[in-house]
T-cell receptor, first 115, second 113 residues
Framework: AQSVAQPEDQVNVAEGNPLTVKCTYSVSGNPYLFWYVQYPNRGLQFLLK??????LVKGSYGFEAEFNKSQTSFHLKKPSALVSDSALYFCAVRVPVNRDDKIIFGKGTRLHILP | AAGVIQSPRHLIKEKRETATLKCYPIPRHDTVYWYQQGPGQDPQFLIS???????DKGSIPDRFSAQQFSDYHSELNMSSLELGDSALYFCASSPDGRNYGYTFGSGTRLTVV
């Protein structure tokens, strides 16, 4: 069964420091991987995706993620955190094996950027 | 750019009442997905439609039903509401292409009292 794991419920980072939000996945076949961000009382916003090609994917707001097939990971990173990055981050996987594919979300990681 | 529109934004209903949530996908997106996000929970897939036909079904209670209309908008009908149905309900749309993520609406916050 497809699954996504975000091992950290919460990550605290000082402003200006690099941040990493971890994600590992378990799927059969070649995954499509996504990161979404959710601000309080807001919808899910698309950050970036990996479909194929370069393992380092760059997305919105200076975020990037690295696809590591051997470790089945897709960690979200940013070189220098901003207080405004504080939000809930969801990793997601989609395996397009048929017409009925859908996105499966991880449990989410709450990112706190400390001023 | 046009986004996914959901209405209403907020809805308060009493137990055993009925609610209807609406979703208007991005133009030319033919696939609609419904997700339910409980307090402090990750989004859970409910149901999806492609070209007005149900394409997949997740953890949607039998008390809920949904459909996609000829203009591709979708409605989620919820009957015999229970307190546990209080959640944020997201709609997402996607074009018929596997290289895309979804575009989510802002959600409808349903509170059952």
């Amino acid at each position: 069964a497809q699954s996504v794991a975000q091992p950290e419920d919460q990550v605290n980072v000082a402003e200006g420091n690099p941040l990493t939000v971890k994600c590992t996945y378990s799927v059969s076949g070649n995954p499509y991987l996504f990161w979404y961000v959710q601000y309080p009382n807001r919808g899910l916003q698309f950050l970036l995706k990996y479909i194929t090609g370069d393992n380092l994917v760059k997305g919105s707001y200076g975020f990037e993620a690295e696809f590591n097939k051997s470790q089945t990971s897709f960690h979200l990173k940013k070189p220098s955190a901003l207080v405004s990055d504080s939000a809930l981050y969801f990793c997601a996987v989609r395996v397009p094996v048929n017409r009925d594919d859908k996105i499966i979300f991880g449990k989410g990681t709450r990112l706190h950027i400390l001023p | 750019a046009a986004g996914v529109i959901q209405s209403p934004r907020h809805l308060i209903k009493e137990k055993r009442e009925t609610a209807t949530l609406k979703c208007y996908p991005i133009p030319r997106h033919d696939t609609v997905y419904w997700y339910q996000q409980g307090p402090g929970q990750d989004p859970q897939f409910l149901i999806s439609f492609y070209e007005k036909m149900q394409s997949d079904k997740g953890s949607i209670p039998d008390r809920f039903s949904a459909q996609q209309f000829s203009d591709y908008h979708s409605e989620l009908n919820m009957s015999s509401l229970e307190l546990g149905d209080s959640a944020l309900y997201f709609c997402a749309s996607s074009p018929d292409g596997r290289n895309y993520g979804y575009t989510f609406g802002s959600g409808t916050r349903l509170t059952v009292v």
